[in-house]
């Protein structure tokens, strides 16, 4: 095995324990993310780190809405549709695919407001160069931890 194939499922096996334990994460063999082949390392400036970029990619909230929809269901979700926000697990400003289904999961409100901290926190370590695009990526992945670290406390 490759090191970024171990490196993925030592994130994927921590991620499982994080997802048993908490709703702050989606459940792993569901959602376990999905990268937008068009965004590399090389380009962050040119796409991610371009002011607008997330606008030129993000969906339609008519797909999300439907595809939430179906989510909550598979997922025995209760609660209104409202209560949660289709969430992109990697972040469409850390590359993260707009469209694909193992991207997009229905984050409880109001975690997602506090996931945004730790999404916004490793853009702009990416965009100022101080992480590497596959860096803010394994980060998300343990996104709790790393409010944590920000805030201080645990979301």
């Not at 095995?1 to 569901?30: E, Y």
């Not at 409880?108 to 853009?123: N, R």
Request: with cysteine; charged share 25%.
């Amino acid at each position: 095995m490759n090191t970024k194939g171990a490196d993925f499922l030592i994130l994927s096996v921590i991620a499982a324990s994080l997802w048993a334990q908490s709703s702050l994460l989606p459940d792993p063999s569901r959602t376990p993310g999905a990268l937008n082949p068009a965004v590399t390392q090389q380009n962050t400036h040119q796409t991610i780190c371009k002011p607008g970029f997330t606008k030129t990619v993000r969906p339609p909230v008519s797909y999300t809405d439907t595809l939430k929809i179906r989510q909550m269901a598979e997922l025995r979700l209760t609660g209104r549709a409202k209560d949660f926000e289709e969430d992109h697990f990697i972040p469409l400003e850390l590359g993260g695919n707009p469209t694909d289904p193992h991207n997009l999961w229905p984050e409880p409100w109001p975690d997602a407001h506090k996931k945004d901290v730790v999404e916004d926190f490793l853009h702009r370590q990416v965009c100022a160069d101080k992480m590497t695009l596959r860096g803010a990526q394994d980060e998300i992945h343990l996104w709790p931890q790393v409010y944590a670290k920000i805030k201080g406390v645990l979301p």
